[in-house]
């Protein structure tokens, strides 16, 4: 069976970035051509989304982009807190609302559209066009199937007249004819001419006007197309078309193999192109967003505001931000570090409130990933302020004995699932944990020729455990305090091949952790080579701002 799939080589040659953006250019049309197809085609209960697979995929393929992306991205990002912001066109400048025309919106989406798509083939390896199900008893599900019903039931209809019509036959051979030459590549100029001849519509309509068509004909010389076209896993769903005689339940079931071949040839498009597209995806989402920005001015308030909240923060905590002797206001602003401005924003993601607080929109294509890992990183919070507090209680005769630690752990993690849910009963689930956690401590201690825990020790485990929930509790102070230390130290390491120790009282979670920290890094990496010019811009403004007003100030004064 040939795949036309593996006739699609992306020539590589002297002149790579323009190479990079027809790889580019060719997946818009691949994945265009797919949408426009499920718009029209009256066949399938199907729609298609966007897979968002593992973090870990997510980490490989940033790994792998870390390796084509150069880093002088980040280094003039880095530089352009102190260049002159006037010839920066990454710099935002304020301006007046106006008015957007329709045109201008849509086009606006479709840039949106191929950053976010451009962005996730960068950043998860296993990303692909999905089928799913509509609900069974949603209203989209029903319209559908009523709409596609009629459709069919008219073809029908119109078949079985005397003599026959065919209006709505040659519009479904229209469609399926430019899905075809969708297939093709460049140069398959003779099955180009070939398909436009025997699927050519004036002569079609010609033989209809006189009842000379001959369906069955044509279907069968397009299963022999789709049989050529197809991948191998596509060869059973080709050869049950051969089966049906019926006019009506064919096309459709054509039309339903079509949109699965269609969605292959996405799918493979993604696969195929994604280490070109690696090596222009910083440039490419950068100049994309900056499109964007172009068209909405305003379009980086929230990122502003996010800035603002971190420069607070870290002017609270920054030693030369108390006013000094002089009174001036432009020391503490001096005194602040941009990258230590922009670590706090980012370690501040990991604490967001992603169900009431708007996100940057320089993190809107990361927002998904950043809440799965503030939510895995919650269930290890867990997890260290219980595995504190038991290691605490049984003293270095149990804590000192690996099996039993990684027993209560997986105890732990096992009764913490789910807890991300709304109707997740966090007071319930500790107090389940902590008679658990009593039996096998007692256990432990009888298996060794101890004696099991008494009451007043039982009572005192479960007192501690249940008081994880209550905000103010010292161990999750404690435990939160040293899990930030370790994002801060982290992110603040140029290498990132360099292991960063992780702090005492973690080590029950230190692998957990360590992959969370490193698909955490992985993301926020990318995102200040992206955004890096964006970020200098607005830091310059925040951070410097203050400066020069008090320094106007300075010197009109007598």
Known sequence: ??????????????????????????????????????????????????????????????????????????????????????????????????????D??????????KLTLAHEI????????????????????RVKEIVHRAFWDCLEAQLNKDPPEYDHALLLLGEIKEILLSFLIPGQNRLRNQISEVLDLDLIQQQAEHNAIDIHKLAGYIITLMGKFCAP????????LKSLTEIVPLFREIFHVLDLMTMDMVNFTIQYIRPHVQQCSVDYERSKFQDFLNKQPNALDHTTQWL?????????LWPSSEPSSSGTNGSSSLSLSPSSVLNNGYLK?????????PVPETLLTDQSRLQKLQQRLNQQRLVAYLMLIICNIGGTTLSSLPDFCDKVKRVIMVLLE????KNFNLEETLKTISVKVCSEISQALVERGYPELNNENQGNLTGQICSIKEEG?????????????????????DNQQKSIPVPGGLEPIQAELEEIGSQYVCIIKYNRQVYGPFYSGILRKLLFSNLATTSTTSSDSP
């Open 1 to 102: 069976m040939e795949c036309l799939c593996s006739q699609n080589p992306i020539q590589t040659g002297k002149d790579d970035s323009k190479n990079h953006m027809i790889c580019l250019a060719e997946m818009d049309f691949h994945v265009g051509t797919f949408c426009f197809h499920r718009e029209k085609m009256p066949f399938s209960n199907e729609k298609h989304s966007l897979n968002d697979e593992s973090l870990n995929s997510d980490a490989e393929s940033c790994e792998r982009s870390d390796s084509v992306n150069s880093s002088s991205d980040y280094e003039n990002a880095r530089q352009s807190f102190s260049s002159d912001s006037s010839s920066k066109p990454s710099s935002p400048a304020s301006s007046p609302p106006k008015m957007v025309s329709f």
């Open 104 to 113: 201008d919106l849509i086009e606006t989406a479709n840039g949106l559209s």
């Open 122 to 141: 960068v950043m998860n390896s296993n990303f692909q066009m999905k089928s799913i199900d509509l609900p069974p008893q949603s209203l989209q599900r």
């Open 233 to 240: 896993v596509r060869d059973d769903e080709v050869k049950k």
């Open 308 to 316: 603002k909240e971190s420069i607070a923060e870290v002017s609270a």
């Open 349 to 357: 993601l990991l604490q967001w409130n992603y169900n009431s607080k």
């Open 418 to 421: 789910g807890m991300n849910d």
């Open 473 to 493: 509790n010292p161990v999750r102070t404690l435990i939160n305090n040293r899990i930030e230390l370790y994002m801060k130290n982290i992110l603040s390491v």
